[in-house]
């Protein structure tokens, strides 16, 4: 997959932002992401003082490989869009342009037929998204200090947020994504040695565990 193309973004809260990071991070098509607070008005949100934002998860995808409709279908498979949490961890698409809005808007009225409680998703624009502090970003690979040092990925690297590997490597790591997929893309992420093989031990582990956060 040659990463150099023009991409497209997707934003979505889903609750804690740290499980759609690994989901979206191990999605063929799905460039690289990023997490941070969005949806609210106060100014340079943080973690400890977050305002009326919400945890979300926003993505550069490739659209020859990956389409919107496929990444909503994802959304919707992996939260619980009935749950009426804090606005810390509400369900959200914040669209980009009409086509995602209508995309939006239809599949919310198909997936209120599937379940009893009503769906509390929100629709609304995308205006501005405020990146969350670097240790919640890839969250689970920066549980693993040896992997992030082998792949030069420090604590307050940049590449946290636009490393296309780390991206990968956070979702792989806690069994996103798959040993079959991992074994075809290995390669072609560059991975060889004991790298891969620590990181392919992980995806067998953890394949079918679900998503953790
Ligand atoms: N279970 C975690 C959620 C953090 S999330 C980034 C915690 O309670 O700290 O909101």
Redesign the pocket.
Known sequence: HNLDVPTKKATFGMA???APDALFGATLGVVRTR?GYCGGTKNNPT?RSLGDHT?AIDIDYDPNVITYSQLLELFWQNHDPTARNKL??TSIIFYHDEDQKEAADKTLKDQQKRHKASIVTKVIPFKEFFD?EDY?QK?RLQQHPWLCSEIGVGKTSPLLKSSHLAARLNGYIIGQGGVAQFNKEAEQLGLEGQVRDYVRKLVEENEGNGLI?
Do not use: K
């Open positions: 804690c932002f740290w997490v973690y945890e810390q961890y969350a919640h969250y956060c």
